[in-house]
Every structure is written in C-alpha cells, then in structure tokens.
C-alpha cells in the first residue's frame, strides 16, 4: 500500500510497521500493537485494542507448540507475515509472526475499534446488532474485515496481499490492561493478553 492510499483511507500519514517492529518476543509485540491500525485495501480498518501472544516452543497453547505442520507453516516463516487459521469448523483467526524465521511465535489480534469501512463490516456481520461488537473478538474481527485462509502467508511490511498495520501516531496505552488468555486450556495461567482498558470494542 502506498502512503498516499493509507492517508487516503485514515485523513492522514501514517507508518506501515517495519519488520523489525515484528522481529521481536510476541510478549514484547502483543502491547505494543495496541492502538496500531490494521487497513485493508478496500477501505475497512480498525484500531487493535486487544491481543495475545503465543509463544511456541515454551508454550503449549501455541499452534506451533509440536513443531511445523502444513496447517502452521506460516508461524514459522519471516516475521511481519500474517498466519491466519481455521477453527471450530467456522472461524478465522489471524495473528501477525513475530521473531526470527524458525520460531513459531505471534501475536493473536482479538478485537479492533472500527474505524473506517463500517458498511462493508456491516454488510459482511450482517446479524451484528451493535457497531461495538463488529470486531469484538478474533473471529469477527476477521469476518467483517474480510480475512480468511486466502491471506494466509501474506507480508503485513509489504501490503501485497491487501492487508498492512501501520502507526498513524497514536501511542500504545502506558498502563495497557494485562489478563490470562481467553478460551484456551493449556498454559492458560500465562498473564499475555494486552488490552486497551475501558474500551467497549474489547471482547468480554
């Protein structure tokens, strides 16, 4: 995406994150992703109020936990890629690689503030009663933005695959909230979901 077109979609400038934003521990990423954009290149974006990290090797809730499968190919790849996958015979999920090639790790994107693009989400969560709950978990916040298998493996840094995360200047939350993980059964007493304090977009 060119700069031109993110000011085009938000008002203003703003920074695609670089790979060496995501080259680092997810526990270090999950936060700082707070308040970042996620922008979509039909014009559907969101503010990250909510993530959590998921550590590999260390972390048995991880996908990546036993090692590389077909299905986790991609957690394994460049950091900045996008790993997005299938669960409950229903959802995607989408979570941005974190580390070095080889690790595994990443960062869950639980639930977005929308910002620009409302009428394609509606139109995509066409049972959704309230705005505030359009990307109000990792689920939605997939389906009414629009990400499914097809962005498996796509380069956040490079925008190719339609989808990029920038910083438009708002800065992470000094004092984000910290929680257990949701809806996991391993390792779930690790304290590595972040999340924007208050906001009303957060998933219960």
């Known amino acids: 995406m060119t700069p031109d077109f993110i000011a085009s979609l938000l008002g203003h400038s703003a920074t695609v994150l670089s790979r060496a934003f995501y080259a680092r521990d997810p526990r270090v990423v999950a936060p700082d992703l707070l308040n970042k954009v996620l922008l979509g290149a039909d014009g559907r974006s969101g503010r990250i109020v909510e993530t959590e990290a998921y550590c590999g090797a260390i972390d048995p809730a991880a996908h990546s936990w036993r090692g590389r499968t077909a299905r986790n190919a991609t957690m394994f790849g460049p ?3 996008l790993y997005v996958y299938f669960t409950y015979g ?3 999920c989408c979570n941005p690689v974190c580390c070095a090639e080889g690790e595994g790790v990443a960062v869950l994107l639980r639930a ?6 409302l ?3 509606r139109a995509a969560r066409p049972r959704c009663r ?3 709950d359009l990307c109000r978990g990792p689920a ?4 009414a933005l629009g990400i499914a298998g097809a962005q498996d493996g796509i380069d956040l840094v490079e925008g190719a695959g339609g989808f990029t995360i920038v910083d438009d200047g708002t800065p992470p939350p000094t004092e984000p909230a910290i929680s257990t993980r949701i809806g996991i059964t391993r390792a779930a007493e690790s304290p ?6 208050g906001d009303r977009h957060v998933s219960r």
Do not use: E, F, I, N
């Open 79 to 81: 950091p900045g890629r």
């Open 90 to 92: 229903m959802h995607w």
């Open 112 to 117: 977005l503030t929308p910002l620009t693009g």
């Open 119 to 121: 009428a394609a989400m």
């Open 130 to 132: 309230h705005d505030r």
């Open 140 to 143: 939605r916040l997939c389906q």
């Open 192 to 197: 590595w979901r972040w999340h924007v304090a």
